[in-house]
T-cell receptor
Framework: GAGVSQSPSNKVTEKGKDVELRCDPI?????LYWYRQSLGQGLEFLIY????????KSGLPSDRFSAERTGGSVSTLTIQRTQQEDSAVYLC??????????FGPGTRLTVL | AQSVTQLGSHVSVSEGALVLLRCNYS??????LFWYVQYPNQGLQLLLK??????LVKGINGFEAEFKKSETSFHLTKPSAHMSDAAEYFC???????????FGAGTRLFVKA
């Protein structure tokens, strides 16, 4: 596609459930990033993938959060045993090397 | 390590007035600096960026920003606000040669008729 796509656009879940958020980056982009945007907060870096290198996971807030990128393309962010404080918009972005990041529209997660 | 501080979580201006959104950064190495805009229910769009060279950078929609190393600032300006400028604006910094971009908390711009 022409841009970064994310699915679902909205996800409502119950506390304690696991959720998976998907990101389809722009074809050919080597770098992929996940950010979290909470109400009234800026963008919080979570994780990034660059080519075949080991991902930088330094922003993941707890071991309930994990992400993978299969085949250097699609990425899935998984949150296990969701908590209410996980409610936020999760943004994915991709770029070619260190060029401009292109952001997706985000997934709005609500944990009840 | 890099960090970004945006002064003012909310800024309100009248239509036609000057827009000034403040951003200060800290970086142990020469930084790349960015301004992004987020319209309601949309993703972030790059407004402008500074990497090297001219310190006054022009972006889309009439916005510009000036990199001032001595003040560690990268304030965003627009001479005349338009209603369509109402959005949230994020300043961001990245270390030269690095990939991790650090974002500020954002400033929501309101434009009054």
């Amino acid at each position: 596609g022409a841009g970064v796509s994310q699915s679902p656009s909205n996800k409502v879940t119950e506390k304690g459930k696991d959720v998976e958020l998907r990101c389809d980056p722009i074809s050919g982009h080597t770098a992929l990033y996940w950010y979290r945007q909470s109400l009234g907060q800026g963008l919080e870096f979570l994780i990034y993938f660059q080519g075949n290198s080991a991902p930088d996971k330094s922003g993941l807030p707890s071991d309930r959060f994990s992400a993978e990128r299969t085949g250097g393309s699609v990425s899935t962010l998984t949150i296990q045993r969701t908590q209410q404080e996980d409610s936020a918009v999760y943004l994915c972005a991709s770029s070619f090397a260190d060029r401009e990041k292109i952001f997706g529209p985000g997934t709005r997660l609500t944990v009840l | 390590a890099q960090s970004v501080t945006q002064l003012g979580s909310h800024v309100s201006v009248s239509e036609g007035a000057l827009v000034l959104l403040r951003c200060n950064y800290s970086s142990s190495v020469p930084p790349y600096l960015f301004w992004y805009v987020q319209y309601p229910n949309q993703g972030l769009q790059l407004l402008l960026k500074y990497t090297t060279g001219a310190t006054l950078v022009k972006g889309i929609n009439g916005f510009e920003a000036e990199f001032k190393k001595s003040e560690t600032s990268f304030h965003l300006t627009k001479p005349s606000a338009h209603m369509s400028d109402a959005a949230e604006y994020f300043c961001a910094v990245r270390a030269t040669g690095g990939f991790k971009t650090i974002f500020g908390a954002g400033t929501r711009l309101f434009v009054k008729a």
